[in-house]
């Protein structure tokens, strides 16, 4: 059975090998072509969906879990809720974005930053924490919870207008 570090780290690594994929790929800047660049977007509107959802259940779950059991909690969770909150103000914006334009670029990173350096936190200062104080049986019930709230968040968190490019169509049922 996962406990709640196995089932976090688990989504930890999903985003880095996404963020590395597109760190690799090529750019506007470095001559992607059209499908390249759709695909990086395609990519990057998933990855803006699935972090939002994982600092959601991160707020949901693992914060209240360190206030409750850490000694100093509240201060690592301050923390933790100041960095995911700096996250989700990119987020829309990331979203929004078409691939091909400059800023896209610009919050790519400030957001590829921002996520590497949350989970440097969490995995360094916080599990360490919790886990020496957090009985396994409630590592391993707080894991259950966290693969619950990941199953049943079944329609995407965000705003379809966050997921629309520039100039987009946002209506349904036109083809023509």
């Known amino acids: 059975m996962h ?3 196995d089932v976090l780290a688990e989504d ?3 985003v880095r090998q996404t963020l590395d994929e597109l ?3 090529p750019t506007a800047a470095t001559g992607a072509c ?3 660049l759709m695909l990086r977007k395609m990519m990057t509107n998933e990855l803006v969906i699935e972090q939002f959802r994982h600092e959601e259940i991160e707020l949901a779950c693992l914060w209240p879990a360190v206030r409750q059991h850490v000694l100093d909690g509240d201060r690592l969770a301050d ?3 100041c960095a995911e909150l700096e996250i989700f103000t990119i987020l829309p914006g990331l979203g929004r974005r078409d691939a091909a334009e400059r800023e896209f670029e610009i919050l790519l990173a400030q957001f590829t930053q921002a996520a590497r350096e949350h989970f440097d936190f969490e995995e360094r200062h916080v599990w360490p924490r919790l886990r020496s104080v957090l009985p396994p049986r ?3 019930e707080l894991g259950r919870k966290v693969l619950l709230a990941k199953h049943d968040a079944l329609a995407p968190p965000l705003p379809r207008a966050w997921l629309i490019s520039p100039g987009e169509n946002a209506g349904y049922g036109s083809f023509g």
């Open 23 to 25: 760190e690799k790929g």
């Open 3 to 5: 406990d709640v570090f």
């Open 79 to 81: 923390r933790g809720v």
């Open 12 to 14: 930890h690594e999903d």
């Open 34 to 36: 059209e499908d390249q």
């Open 138 to 140: 409630l590592a391993v």
